[in-house]
């Protein structure tokens, strides 16, 4: 039983990562080459997941407003602007190309 609750967590990673990579290369972006930042990042998506029921940005707090808090499932809407003015996303998923 452990063994399919690890395979299914692995499967749910690579299809967050190739989630993210697919909108990081559409927006123009790469993703955080550090694979131990990029993983710890794409792991804290996946717990609010199952702790909330939507991949909320992992930096930013969830205030269980339904309408403040869709604008931080990631890719959140502060991205874009963050990534123009600093070179990178708030918990660095995104960067600049």
């Known amino acids: 039983m452990a063994e399919k609750k690890k395979e299914t967590k692995l499967r749910g990673e690579k ?7 697919r909108h990081a290369r559409a927006a123009g972006f790469k993703l955080q080459p550090d694979e131990k930042i990029l ?5 804290g998506e996946l717990e ?3 702790k909330y029921g939507a991949l909320y940005c992992p930096c930013r707090r ?3 407003n339904p309408e403040e808090d869709k604008k931080i499932i990631c890719p959140c809407i502060f991205h874009k ?3 123009k003015q600093d070179g990178f996303c708030k918990c ?3 960067l600049k190309e």
């Open 81 to 83: 602007l963050e990534i």
């Open 39 to 43: 993983n710890s990042i794409i792991k």
């Open 15 to 21: 299809q967050l990562l190739k989630s993210f990579r």
């Open 48 to 50: 609010r997941l199952k």
């Open 92 to 94: 660095r998923l995104f």
């Open 62 to 64: 969830v205030t269980g």
